[in-house]
């Protein structure tokens, strides 16, 4: 998997990408990012990049044109099409299904933004699309460049140890994960749940998955709503079902005070 980069702080990038998982992949050969500067494309001495707005306004728009022989330059290193994206708040906004979709190109160009903008001609021309990390803006797109990258680079087949590293995360069937622990087992009188110690895998691999489903009903009831319209397996339907009930069954105490005990 390769990845190219295009910003105008590639060292900055470059450095966040090479350590830790990532730069030992690249290390191994499993993975490359490469990251260019969209100054060393422009034609005039000052490596300017952006100018003011045509119509009038605030702030600086970056120039369509060091962008483009940028973009043409790892185009034609590249011998075919690199499938471009422009990291923009105004784009569709990234999921993990997204990473999974994006790995298979084998090689992708992400473009980063700033100031108030790319000149809408560059996007037009050479852009395949464009993806946002959320319903906020920054101040430019080395940030959700690098969190694409990170998100699509981790599925790679030899990055993480293992599949299973990646394929029980949040998002990955449309849940989030299940709760975690680790040592001491007992940490501020917060005790790790027994059935975790139980060292029946069986019985772990349930209470993780009913957790799971728990934990996307409470906090995500978007993403519960959507799983449970999935086809789910007799297993899955079952522990879905056992968690719906279970929400909407009030506590004990409700229970006395419908039933009209004191609770005194």
Known sequence: MRIDIMTLFPDVVGDMLCESILGRAQERGYIRIECHQIRDYTRNKQKQVDDYPYGGGVGMVMQADPLYHCWKHIQDSAGQHVHTIYMSPAGRVFRQADAKRLKEYGRLLLVCGHYEGVDERFL?????????????????????????????????????????????????????????????????????????????????????????????????????????????????????????????????????????????
């Open 124 to 264: 037009e021309e050479c852009v395949d699309e464009e993806l946002s990390i959320g319903d906020f803006v920054l101040t430019g797109g080395e940030i959700p460049a690098m969190a694409v990258a990170d998100a699509v680079c981790r599925l790679v087949p030899g990055v993480l140890r293992c599949e299973d590293c990646f394929t029980g995360e949040s998002h990955w069937d449309g849940l989030l994960e299940h709760p975690q622990y680790s040592r001491p087992e007992i940490w501020h009188d917060r005790q790790v749940p027994g059935i975790l110690l139980s060292g029946h895998h069986v019985n772990v691999a349930k209470w993780r998955r009913k957790e799971s489903m728990r934990r996307t009903r409470q906090r995500r009831p978007d993403l519960w709503a959507a799983f449970r319209r999935g086809n789910l397996s007799k297993e899955d339907l079952a522990l879905a079902d056992q968690v719906d009930e279970e929400a909407n069954t009030p506590p004990e105490s409700d229970k006395t005070k419908t039933d009209g005990q004191s609770t005194s």
